[in-house]
């Protein structure tokens, strides 16, 4: 074995080393992309929304082999608040410079109106129906010569400005869970929340299922009283939900890996929202909303 | 050897990071020692660090993660088999090596 240093010593350089990186990369700048209302995007996207699960098939098709495209959508023939203001979100993301709406004709959720909002955001949009336009192939052939000029535009358009972490809103996502993660995988992302919390960003964790077990734990990081509440009620209603349906999501895989109880792959989950203090909760295609870091 | 990790000094189970065959297993992180395992051990599985009697709270990361369903002694496998759930009453019901449900028909009546 290797040469032991005392957990003290050890805790030591690891708050150097910390220091050291946090110096490092809270001072770092690289070039972004600026959008009209005065955020920052790493990326500058043509995205391209379906509105109706028939419509799918066209928008993957005019994306395909296209860069700097991305595709979301909706599948539904008849629309929801929650889809809308998800799409309308996603549309008018830093990282998205223009947006083409393609739908098939029929359904409620209008792509017009998608474009119009995403306009009022100061970008470029457009849209069209798939059964105005002749069909499947043309329809492609369309966006396809829809999406190379406003690419073309956003290259040539789009404002490049230097932006560092305090620019940046960073989310965690799952990811498949063994007796490891909790050791390394996900203290490594936690690291990584601490540095850019410190530095002025902001950080995003989710998942509300995979806490179960930590109500104590994760309500004695909340920032203050509103975000305790806040907190409190999306753990209850999730161990509402788990208990309803008897499900505590953990699956045969991650008791395989050596986990053996919710509250254990909770922990290791939990692992990746850091240390700092937990603002408060928001809902699907709700922004963070601005807090100072004292 | 193999090693396992021992998070918080309160946990009374460490984590393998090697996959151990039955005996001697190095623990380190928070504690420094050597516990004698009698039977093997997967690597990202637990190790019981001191006996635990049964319905004793099992700690991993400083936070109960369970309740001993039998006394456990100082090395042992600490798993589905002794392991349960304080809330997931599904848990102490799965398959010890696949982690399969068993009690997948009575979902349904």
Redo the contacts between chains.
């Keep these: 074995?290797s040469e032991?240093i005392s957990?003290s010593s050890s805790r030591g350089n690891e708050a150097q080393i910390n220091q050291s990186l946090l110096t490092s990369t809270a001072t770092k700048s690289w070039n972004g992309y600026l959008r009209p209302d005065g955020r920052k995007g790493v990326r500058n996207l043509v995205l391209i929304v379906y509105t109706v699960e028939c419509a799918q098939h066209v928008a993957h098709a005019i994306a395909n082999g296209e860069e700097d495209t991305h595709v979301i959508g909706f599948p539904g023939c008849y629309d929801n608040a929650y889809a809308i203001r998800l799409m309308l979100a996603l549309a008018r993301h830093p990282n998205v410079g223009a947006v083409l709406s393609v739908g098939l004709g029929c359904e409620y959720t209008q792509p017009e109106k998608i474009a119009e909002a995403v306009r009022d955001s100061g970008r470029t949009a457009e849209w069209f129906f798939i059964q105005q336009s002749g069909g499947t192939r043309t329809s492609v052939a369309k966006g396809k010569e829809i999406v190379a000029r406003l690419r073309e535009q956003i290259r040539r358009d789009t404002p490049v400005v230097p932006m560092s972490l305090a620019d940046l809103t960073v989310g965690c996502e799952c990811g498949g869970s063994?007796?490891?993660s909790?050791?390394a995988g996900n203290p490594a992302v936690g690291a990584f929340f601490d540095l850019l919390v410190d530095a002025g960003g902001c950080a995003v964790f989710e998942e509300t299922v995979e806490m179960?077990?930590?109500r104590g734990?994760m309500l004695a990081r909340a920032a203050n009283a509103a975000a305790k509440d806040q907190l409190a009620a999306a753990y209850d209603k999730a161990?509402k939900y788990?208990?309803s349906v008897?499900q505590?999501s953990?699956?045969?895989?991650?008791?395989?890996?050596?986990?053996?109880?919710?509250?254990?792959k909770s922990?290791g989950a939990f692992?990746k929202s850091g240390t700092r203090p937990i603002q408060g909760v928001i809902r699907v295609a709700e922004r963070p909303p601005v807090y100072t870091t004292a | 050897?193999p090693r396992a990790?021992q998070?918080q000094a309160e946990d009374n189970v460490a984590?393998?990071?090697d996959d151990a065959a039955a005996g001697p297993v190095?623990i380190i992180g928070?504690s420094?020692s050597t516990v004698n395992a009698p039977e093997k051990i997967?690597?990202?599985?637990?190790i019981a660090l001191r006996d635990i009697s049964a319905n004793e709270a099992v700690i991993?990361?400083g936070?109960?993660?369970?309740h001993a369903t039998q006394a456990v002694p100082r090395g042992a496998w600490?798993?589905?088999h002794n392991?349960?759930?304080?809330?997931?009453?599904?848990?102490g019901t799965?398959?010890l090596?696949?982690?399969?449900?068993t009690d997948t028909s009575s979902?349904y009546v």
Excluded: Q, Y
């Design positions: 074995m032991k957990s063994d007796g490891t909790g050791l179960i077990g930590l734990h161990e788990c208990r008897r505590w953990v699956s045969p895989g991650n008791f395989a890996g050596g986990l053996t109880t919710i509250e254990e922990l692992a | 050897m990790f998070i984590t393998l990071m190095e928070a420094k997967a690597r990202g599985h637990k991993k990361f936070v109960r993660i369970g600490v798993h589905l392991l349960t759930s304080d809330l997931d009453e599904r848990s799965l398959d090596h696949s982690g399969a449900p979902a």
